[in-house]
Structures are given as structure tokens and as C-alpha cells.
């Protein structure tokens, strides 16, 4: 935009000069503000499209730390319960496993003896399958 106001500017300094005519002054001129139009629009758009974006990713963040929180406040079963539906119907493989899972959560699903197993969590519980 900087670049289209100076060309605008030595246009009037050369009209005024003389090293343009008038018509090429406003040919000029026309040209420098169709696009400055242009790119204020395009730059307004990025403003929202960012906006829209930072608030999304805001709500994302408060939706995740209440999980947490919700997740922290739970006894055993609604801790399975949640973690289920988290992973419903998705598949977990042994290099996965060790990076999810803490040791004490290892032990109460009994991770550590099926970790050479592929393991798909369902609706009702954790279930391995031999390789």
C-alpha cells in the first residue's frame, strides 16, 4: 500500500513538473487507489478471518482445560468412561501406548503385559488383540 501512495505521490510531482500529462496523472492515480481499495479490502478480511480463528482456538482452550478439570473431579469409573469416549473406536498401537498412557494408568488397565498386542478401545472396555 506504502509503494501505491509514494507512485502516487511522484506521479503529482512529474505532473507538476511536466514529465506526464494530466491523463496519464489520473490513469495513474485511478490504478493506485482500484488496488489500495483492493488490498484494504483483502487486509479486512485477514483481520476477521484472524479474529475468528484466535476466538475459535480461545473456545477449543476452554473446552479442553474444562475436560481436564472434569476429568480431575471424577472417581475411577467416570475416568474410564471419558477416556473411552475420547478414544471410541479408534486404534492404539504398542509405539503409541507407552507416550499415552502415565505408569500408574499402565498398571490399573494392565498395559504393560499386552504392549507387544494391538489394542482397540471399544464402547465397553479395552480390548487386545494378539498379533
Known sequence: MEQLIDRVVRARESLYSG???SEDFVA??????KRI???????????TLKLTKTDHLRKLSKNIYEMACLYDKT??????QIVVLMFSHSTIYKEQIKL???????ILFNIDSCIHSEMTITD???VFDDE
Open 19 to 21: 514529465a506526464i500529462d
Open 28 to 33: 495513474i492515480k485511478d490504478n493506485c487507489e
Open 37 to 47: 481499495n483492493t488490498l484494504g479490502i483483502q487486509l479486512q478480511q485477514l483481520i
Open 75 to 80: 472417581d475411577l469409573i467416570s475416568k474410564r
Open 100 to 106: 499415552m498412557f502415565d505408569p500408574a494408568l499402565k
Open 124 to 126: 465397553e472396555t479395552f
